[in-house]
């Protein structure tokens, strides 16, 4: 007889066994009470079967081909948990609906539309609250030190050290907490931001965030992600481009241009890239290598260092 009287019973131990263990799993705890609602509505507190896992990840309504993939990569973690207690559950096999973890090529941002950003973030409504000014410097942050959009939006006060100039990023991804070394440029924008903050919550928000929305609350990621595409849409990007500049591309263009500055100061790449990892957050070097693109001006590098290297090997080879 199975211990479980739903399927929301069997997420709910499966999310506790597994937070206990580290796991934060916000995102995936989201998608699986998605498809415990759907499996208890459809399907009779029946073991977990490839039938209604499929049924459940076609029934999105997201345009992307890749979502379907990566909600089965989601059921196949509690279907390995379920089939410890019950027999009877089936485990979808790998790639059934295909790979959930294909690359999205990431628009790389220019230093001009980094600009409009910023610009065109001022014009948000309210028009004289504080929602315009916190997605300005929001936006800025994010370019300049290329953040997960989550770690800036649960910055506290405390966690900004303008003496030291370190942002002290506190059990984010993996459940790790780093520093964060910043420019001085970056902290005069943020020591400027928190006066104007200040002045707009002078009666007291009663939140510790470092940024905020007019609620005296921080901005959610919806929210953020909301504005940005207020944004992008201000600026005419939707109608320009068959692939959208995302909020996250600003992360991959951090990495992109620290590495072209990196080799035109001649620095030791190889060895930097160590430095960058850590910097991003990564655990594996193998994650900061993702957020690398063939932007022109990089494959320009590798161009000239190929020729190089091949004009070398004739040298060597005529010697």
């Not at 977990?48 to 973690?77: F, Q």
């Not at 973030?121 to 290329?146: E, F």
């Not at 993702?290 to 091949?310: G, N, V």
């Amino acid at each position: 007889m199975s211990r479980w009287k739903s399927m929301q019973e069997r997420v709910d131990d499966y999310l506790i066994t597994r937070r206990r263990l580290g796991y934060q799993l916000k995102v995936e705890g989201d998608e699986l009470y998605r498809f415990a609602r759907f499996a208890d509505e459809h399907w009779n507190n029946k073991a977990l079967t490839i039938e209604i896992a499929v049924a459940w990840a076609n029934s999105s309504k997201k345009a992307s081909d890749i979502y379907p993939a990566r909600r089965m990569e989601t059921i196949r973690g509690l279907a390995k948990f379920c089939a410890l207690f019950e027999p009877e559950t089936q485990i979808p096999p790998p790639g059934l609906l295909g790979h959930g973890h294909r690359r999205v090529a990431p628009h790389i941002y220019t230093e001009e539309e980094l600009s409009n950003l910023m610009q065109a973030a001022i014009k948000l409504n309210p028009k004289k609250g504080i929602r315009p000014v916190t997605m300005q410097y929001l936006i800025g942050l994010l370019s300049a030190t290329g953040l997960r959009i989550s770690e800036a939006l649960r910055l506290n006060r405390s966690d900004v050290d303008f003496e030291r100039e370190l942002l002290l990023i506190r059990e984010t991804k993996f459940c790790k907490s780093r520093y964060v070394p910043l420019h001085q440029t970056t902290i005069d924008a943020l020591i400027q931001y928190g006066r104007i903050r200040d002045r707009f919550t002078s009666e007291g928000s009663g939140s510790n965030a470092f940024f905020l929305f007019d609620n005296g609350r921080s901005p959610n990621y919806r929210q953020a992600l909301y504005a940005f595409q207020s944004i992008r849409r201000q600026l005419g990007w939707d109608r320009n481009s068959e692939r959208l500049p995302r909020l996250h591309d600003l992360r991959h263009t951090f990495a992109c241009n620290r590495l072209l500055l990196w080799y035109k100061q001649g620095v030791d790449v190889n060895n930097a890239i160590l430095r960058l990892s850590v910097y991003l957050g990564h655990s594996k070097i193998s994650d900061t290598y993702w957020y690398l693109t063939a932007i022109p001006s990089l494959m320009a590098i590798a161009a000239k260092r190929f020729e190089r290297f091949t004009f070398m090997g004739k040298e060597v080879k005529h010697a």
